[in-house]
């Protein structure tokens, strides 16, 4: 350890990786008010697809609202995985 530490790849600031994980907990103290399982399992849910979006470079209400508009019509696990974040940006780019 202290010979990559002298190396310098070591980066001291974790600046990074605090800015990465801000909203999410910004937003734990939405949970304290999920009164209910499903409704923590609502919230888990909606989270998880905005921080995918963002993941995968998409506007997270771009890709909420195409999502919610072609969901009807996937009918196959083909068209399920053609609306998951990165098969939408893979399409858009």
């Given at each position: ?7 310098g790849h ?8 605090e ?10 103290r939405n949970w304290l008010?999920?009164?209910?399982p ?7 849910i ?8 963002k993941?995968?470079?998409l506007?997270?209400?771009?890709y909420?609202?195409?999502?919610l508009?072609?969901l ?8 399920l995985?053609q ?6 940006k893979a399409?858009?780019g």
């Amino acid at each position: 350890m202290l010979v990559y530490c002298e190396d310098g790849h070591l980066n001291i600031s974790n600046a990074a990786a605090e800015n990465a994980i801000r909203p999410f907990t910004v937003g734990s103290r939405n949970w304290l008010f999920a009164d209910s399982p499903k409704g923590a399992k609502a919230s888990a849910i909606y989270y998880s697809l905005i921080e995918s979006a963002k993941a995968n470079g998409l506007e997270p209400f771009e890709y909420l609202s195409h999502i919610l508009k072609e969901l009807p019509y996937a009918d196959t696990v083909e068209k399920l995985e053609q609306l998951l974040p990165w098969s939408v940006k893979a399409s858009k780019g």
